[in-house]
């Protein structure tokens, strides 16, 4: 197979092995090195080269890039709230200094520093791409400027895109700043610029299709269903206390939802145990979830590690914020654990609002027990009916089934390089044919 030459716009670089960037290493795993170039800005830990060619922007890739990163260390410190401190001392101490702190964080916060320091296109980049030669570009959107330079460079070279936001992205970045009436221009520019267009899940799709009025294609986080072994746990639960287990961020107001887990577990007049697995806790986590002697947290598991450590648990828990704040945040979103929880063959419960994507894919497949009200007997009741044995059978045959159709890495992949392939193909004849 002759595999196109894809040139990743994506903000955090790409490893064999990191933590993040899932999707990606999902699309393209099977895809030779050298046909992989990533333009990126942000370093996060990580082994392995997982693309051939890399290029890292920098001061020449930014308007004022060197004003911007010696101002960049005081900016993300005044977001974080933390002291700005230079020789020792801390600039908090006079009026003036803490009006450029505010004044930093006002920028930041508001996005403005995306239209006073936008990336552009240098001589360098420039030069990289032509010698990578690149037959797409691949962006997930996500950032203003990162977004606006893919299509600069599209435009620059003629190249085709594949879009594939795996967020809302263009509803909630800067959505109480002036500045979102650019973020609207922008990702309504790529989506109808771009030649090949993805969503992850039906929602989703629906929506953007939609929106933008141009066809979005779904599709779904995957996994290598083989890693995971069938197993027939035993479902008399009143022979051990029960394992909930739960994988993954603790952030956009899961951790209140876990803590109503616990309060619903409480009343069950049995032991139980509930195991966090995750890489970071948010400060403000609820004391009892912290304090609970029920409750362990666990670091998040490797790669190879994953498929055991959720069939070691009895029932997995799935929640999303019923918090309005974090509404654009998830509710066209599908959680990353959708897929490995149904692999897992392991009854799950989805605890969260019906608009939330993850929610609505359940409810459309069935793969999940649903409780979409915050409301801890609600979940009793949930909990109470999953530890059934028929009823948690039911559960995971059908979880499999939508896992077997929707979630096959080998098919994600497949559909991947055909539809790249044919655009790339399309692409070259056109330019052929204008010369």
């Known amino acids: 197979m002759e595999y196109p030459r894809v040139l990743l716009m994506h903000m955090t670089r790409v490893y064999q092995y990191d933590s993040a960037n899932l999707m990606l290493r ?31 922007l920098g001061a020449l890739e930014r308007r004022f890039g060197r004003v911007f990163y010696r101002l960049k260390p005081a900016g993300m410190k005044a977001m974080s709230g933390s002291k700005i401190v230079a020789g020792g001392r801390s600039l908090n101490r006079t009026l003036t200094r803490r009006l450029a702190r505010k004044v930093s964080s006002l920028i930041v916060e508001s996005g403005m520093w995306e239209t006073i320091f936008p990336f552009r296109q240098s001589g360098p980049l420039a030069k990289f791409i032509l010698g990578f030669k690149p037959s797409i570009i691949y962006s997930q959107g996500h950032s203003l400027g990162f977004t606006n330079l893919a299509l600069e460079i599209s435009n620059s070279f003629d190249l085709p895109i594949c879009y594939f936001p795996l967020d809302d992205w263009h ?14 221009r922008v990702a309504t520019a790529i989506a109808r610029r771009a030649s090949v267009r993805f969503a992850l899940g039906p929602k989703m799709t629906e929506r953007l299709t939609t929106r933008y009025g141009v066809p979005f294609d779904c599709l779904y986080h995957a996994d290598d269903s083989s890693r995971f072994r069938i197993t027939n746990p035993e479902r008399n639960f009143g022979k051990r206390p029960p394992v909930f287990g739960y994988m993954g961020s603790l952030y956009l107001g899961r951790a209140t939802s876990i803590s109503d887990l616990l309060s619903a ?77 149904m692999l897992s063959g392991r009854p799950i419960i989805v605890y969260g609002p019906s608009w939330s994507g993850t929610v609505d894919y359940a409810r459309r497949h069935g793969w999940g027990l649903i409780v979409d009200k915050r409301n801890t007997e609600d979940l009793l009741r949930g909990i109470k009916k999953i530890m059934n044995d028929s009823a948690a059978v039911n559960y995971i045959s059908t979880a499999r089934d939508v896992a077997r159709n929707n979630h096959n890495l080998k098919a994600l992949r497949s559909h991947i390089f055909e539809s790249i392939s044919d655009i790339s193909e399309e692409n070259k004849h056109h330019g052929q044919r204008g010369q």
């Open 265 to 341: 577990c409480q009343r069950l007049n049995q032991d139980f145990k509930i195991r966090i697995y995750s890489d970071r806790s948010p400060a403000n986590i609820p004391d009892a979830l912290a304090k609970s002697p029920h409750v362990e947290f666990l670091p998040l598991p490797t790669h190879e590690e994953l498929p055991n450590k959720l069939q070691e648990c009895d029932l997995l828990f799935l929640p999303e914020s019923f918090e309005l704040k974090y509404r654009k945040g998830i509710e066209l979103s599908l959680s990353t654990k959708c897929h490995l929880y």
């Open 26 to 56: 999902s699309l393209f795993g099977d895809w030779p090195k050298e046909k992989l170039a990533q333009v990126y800005t942000n370093r996060f830990t990580g082994d392995g080269d997982f693309c051939g060619h890399y290029y890292e």
């Open 171 to 184: 509803e909630s970045l800067h959505s109480k700043s002036p500045v979102h009436r650019k973020v609207d």
